[in-house]
């Protein structure tokens, strides 16, 4: 693997389907597989094959499909979960296993009411188990963000010795803040013997609003795969976003990383995955929501207007969104009028705009948004305009 090269890992048809409302049937998850290895993402996690036959089956016929990403089923760390992922993945060209158990007090002593020594041996347990089917294993340590950094580092040396290709380290109640979260990360390259050796995997969850920014401290200290969704959808408050991170990366050239993700789909994949899921994302969305590239203060047009970069620091185009949208309201100014004017075939001279501008304020005050009709109706009835302006 490229060190320079930071791997997707889109978790939307396992970890963005267990929102309540948004479940898909298979037809639906391969439309969307499709799009994800076009997309160019490095791993789709397809499912979690022991929960449903329906599960079961969306991740065999996935598995079928799926020529360039490698495909991944979820199980928990027991046999049977393993064999049940191994029997879905036996068609995949690249198949992994995703396998792991919770590591933090909190899951030890209240979900499992084990202790940390039976945690590592069921950790070794089932990597080891699983190298029986695949070579390629990824282990998580659920809740990893609220475990002591130092069991947390005994139970990644574990897993390497049993053949973990990949660690997964979630921020599973998305509790952490990104100092802490890429100070996890850089402890663990700093003290785990065998790190070299294996890919760090960021998994974070949104409930402070800093999976994103999460994901990214830990890329920076280290960590070489985000696990994500379109639309940063998922449970509770939803996940680390993909569209963020692959325009973070890609909009701070210093930092010397990338993604292979091709960019220009990210707004058409944002849609399907939206109307799949019947789950609309909020207009403010970075990247892909409707507001992403509109822009409705008079200030902020006018510096738009006359270059693009001043108020955007991404090209609408290289996320698949064909043009900025200059939006007019009552906050909207002259240079903003006179531009919508002209994509409607009017050009107006400064004593038309400025016979016009006092008309259309009052007319978008009793508006939420001026619209291209509007703009027709409010031309041909203002008389001074109508000799001078031609229709």
Same mark, same amino acid.
């Given at each position: 693997?490229?060190?320079n $090269?930071?791997?997707?890992?889109d978790t939307?048809?396992?970890d963005?389907?267990?929102?309540p409302?948004?479940?898909?049937? *298979?037809?639906q998850k391969?439309?969307?597989?499709?799009?994800l290895?076009?997309?160019g993402?490095d791993?789709?996690?397809?499912?979690?094959?022991? %929960?449903s036959?329906?599960?079961?089956?969306?991740?065999?016929?996935?598995?079928?499909?799926?020529?360039?990403? %490698?495909?991944?089923?979820?199980?928990?760390?027991?046999?049977?979960?393993i064999?049940?992922?191994?029997?879905?993945l036996?068609?995949?060209?690249?198949?992994r296993?995703h396998?792991?158990i919770?590591?933090?007090?909190?899951h030890?002593? &209240?979900?499992?009411?084990? +202790?940390?020594?039976k945690?590592?041996?069921?950790?070794?347990?089932?990597?080891?188990?699983?190298?029986?089917?695949?070579?390629?294993?990824?282990?998580?340590?659920?809740?990893?963000?609220r *475990?002591?950094?130092?069991?947390?580092?005994k139970?990644?040396?574990?897993?390497?010795?049993?053949?973990?290709?990949?660690l997964?380290?979630?921020?599973?109640?998305?509790?952490?803040?990104?100092?802490?979260?890429?100070a996890?990360?850089?402890?663990?390259?700093?003290?785990?013997? =065998?790190?070299?050796?294996?890919?760090?995997?960021? &998994?974070?969850?949104?409930?402070? =609003?800093?999976? +994103?920014?999460?994901?990214?401290?830990?890329?920076?200290?280290?960590?070489?795969?985000i696990?994500?969704?379109i639309?940063?959808?998922?449970?509770?408050?939803?996940?680390t976003?993909?569209?963020?991170?692959?325009?973070?990366?890609?909009? &701070?050239?210093?930092?010397?990383?990338?993604?292979r993700?091709?960019?220009?789909?990210?707004?058409?994949?944002?849609?399907?995955?939206?109307?799949?899921m019947?789950?609309?994302v909020?207009?403010?969305?970075?990247?892909?929501?409707?507001?992403?590239?509109?822009?409705?203060?008079?200030?902020?047009?006018?510096?738009v207007?006359?270059?693009?970069? *001043?108020?955007e620091i991404?090209?609408?185009a290289?996320?698949?969104?064909?043009?900025?949208?200059?939006v007019?309201t009552?906050r909207?100014?002259?240079?903003?009028?006179a531009?919508r004017?002209?994509?409607?075939?009017y050009?107006?001279?400064?004593?038309?705009?400025?016979i016009?501008y006092?008309?259309f304020?009052?007319?978008?005050?009793?508006?939420?948004?001026v619209?291209d009709?509007?703009?027709?109706q409010?031309?041909?009835?203002?008389?001074?305009?109508?000799?001078?302006? $031609?229709?």
């Open positions: 693997m490229n060190k $090269n930071v791997q997707i890992f939307t048809l396992r963005g389907e267990q929102v409302g948004c479940k898909l049937n *298979t037809e391969i439309v969307i597989a499709k799009r290895d076009l997309l993402v791993v789709i996690e397809a499912g979690f094959p022991i %929960s036959p329906g599960d079961f089956k969306s991740v065999e016929e996935i598995s079928k499909i799926i020529k360039n990403a %490698s495909v991944c089923a979820l199980t928990r760390a027991n046999e049977k979960d064999e049940a992922a191994a029997k879905a036996k068609y995949a060209v690249h198949p296993i396998t792991g919770g590591t933090s007090d909190s030890i002593i &209240h979900k499992f009411k084990s +202790t940390q020594e945690i590592i041996e069921r950790a070794i347990q089932a990597v080891s188990y699983a190298k029986n089917f695949v070579d390629d294993v990824e282990f998580y340590a659920e809740d990893a963000g *475990t002591d950094n130092k069991f947390l580092a139970v990644c040396e574990a897993v390497i010795n049993a053949g973990a290709t990949v997964n380290i979630p921020d599973t109640t998305g509790y952490c803040l990104p100092g802490e979260y890429g996890k990360i850089k402890y663990l390259k700093d003290n785990v013997k =065998g790190i070299e050796n294996v890919i760090l995997s960021c &998994h974070c969850h949104n409930d402070l =609003g800093l999976a +994103t920014a999460n994901a990214i401290a830990g890329i920076q200290n280290g960590a070489r795969q696990e994500c969704t639309n940063g959808i998922g449970e509770r408050a939803g996940n976003s993909l569209e963020e991170v692959v325009m973070i990366l890609r909009q &701070h050239p210093y930092l010397n990383l990338d993604t993700v091709n960019s220009k789909l990210l707004y058409d994949t944002s849609q399907l995955v939206q109307q799949s019947g789950m609309m909020q207009p403010n969305k970075a990247i892909v929501g409707e507001n992403a590239f509109a822009h409705s203060s008079g200030i902020h047009q006018d510096g207007i006359k270059n693009r970069e *001043t108020y991404i090209n609408p290289d996320v698949g969104v064909n043009e900025s949208s200059i007019l009552a909207s100014g002259r240079a903003a009028l531009y004017a002209k994509n409607v075939g050009e107006l001279t400064k004593i038309e705009l400025d016009l006092p008309q304020l009052n007319y978008a005050d009793s508006r939420k948004e619209h009709a509007d703009i027709h409010l031309i041909s009835l203002n008389k001074p305009l109508k000799s001078s302006v $031609n229709f």
